[in-house]
């Protein structure tokens, strides 16, 4: 599979982003770039008039900046918003892998699985019995798709992605390498001095328009469903528990453990390393620092951090505090002095 390269002009470019162009919209551009990776033929972005000094003296050929924004003498695309128009930007010059079309000869497709039209399945994919692939999948070599799967359409599975059994993805779903997806829940109860293992007989369901980073987990339920919301974005490196409900359009960082039956609602963000106690409620838009510690409870809209977790704050104040406290430390001991040579003094 090789990559497909292209390049336009900015007047092509304007159009995409719906922009404005001033001064030559004929410049040919080849890559979108960092501004301080830029060569003659990218196109870099500022987003407000701090970063536009840079970016205007960078070798890119045009800047993308805010509407407003005055003549430069740097051929420019103005947009409402910049970091958004570079996504789109970004979008176009992103390499379009070649989809080998068709089955693998290699590849083993389980009794009574369907696959939809357009399907790229590659080199020793395994796909098991009663499995339903919807259309335009693209499943690369060596992905592991479990008996009685369901998978939407356009969906992507990268290689050594490996789906249990049972488990439900809609559509537009990306999973990156190395994850597993619905894999047992860590559930023990103690006998004596030994643990014994609580089957995991629930599921797991993934809504539309999901990604999922390299290396995560995501466990299937006890009994029930683990789900995650449509349009949810997840990290490398994260550990979802088993009947962990997600709501729409969160974000999940690095690194993050959310413990099961944990109940997280939609549009929360939840940062790299933060690690969530079992059972607990996020409300939406809710907002978790990194490392943050969170053992209870956190309201709609509440920004939180720390360990243990507390509204955002709060915690700055409690930080500002433990670095006066050498200081405080000494004054206390300077009182205790001046204390005590007025006890002697007054004996």
Do not use: W
Not at 129 to 148: C, E, K
Not at 197 to 225: C, H, W, Y
Not at 266 to 291: E, F, Y
Request: negative net charge; charged residues 20%; proline residues 4%.
């Amino acid at each position: 599979m090789g990559y497909e390269t292209l390049s336009l002009k900015v007047k092509d470019l304007a159009e995409r982003i719906d922009g404005l162009v001033v001064g030559d919209s004929e410049i040919e551009i080849s890559a979108a770039s960092d501004v301080e990776d830029a060569v003659e033929g990218d196109i870099v972005f500022a987003e407000d008039a701090k970063h536009l000094k840079s970016a205007v003296a960078s070798n890119a050929s045009a800047v993308i900046a805010l509407k407003d924004t005055p003549p430069s003498g740097k051929t420019m695309i103005l947009v409402d918003k910049p970091r958004l128009a570079f996504a789109q930007v970004l979008e176009a010059f992103s390499p379009a892998l070649r989809r080998e079309p068709g089955i693998h000869p290699s590849a083993y497709i389980g009794e009574g699985s369907e696959i939809g039209e357009n399907p790229s399945i590659g080199y020793n994919a395994y796909v098991g019995q009663n499995t339903r692939i919807g259309d335009n999948a693209f499943i690369y070599p060596f992905a592991y798709i479990g008996d009685g799967v369901v998978i939407g359409d356009n969906c992507v599975i990268h290689p050594f992605v490996s789906i249990y059994h049972d488990v439900i993805l809609g559509n537009n779903v990306v999973i990156h390498s190395g994850s597993v997806i619905g894999a047992d829940g860590f559930g023990y109860t103690k006998v004596g001095e030994r643990h014994y293992k609580i089957p995991q007989i629930g599921t797991l369901v993934i809504g539309d328009d999901v990604e999922i980073g390299s290396n995560t987990s995501i466990d299937r339920a006890r009994t029930g469903k683990t789900v995650i919301g449509n349009g949810t974005k997840i990290d490398n490196l994260v550990q979802i528990g088993h009947n962990v409900s997600v709501g729409e359009n969160c974000i999940i960082v690095s690194q993050t453990g959310i413990s099961g039956s944990a109940n997280i609602g939609s549009r929360v963000i939840i940062t790299g390393q933060a690690g969530l106690k079992d059972h607990i409620s996020i409300g939406n838009d809710a907002v978790l620092a990194g490392r943050a510690g969170v053992f209870g409870d956190v309201a709609p809209g509440e920004f939180v951090s720390g360990y243990p977790a507390r509204p955002h704050l709060e915690n700055m104040k409690m930080l500002a505090a433990q670095r006066k406290l050498p200081d405080t430390m000494k004054q206390v001991k300077e009182l205790e002095k001046r204390i005590a040579e007025l006890e002697e003094r007054l004996k």
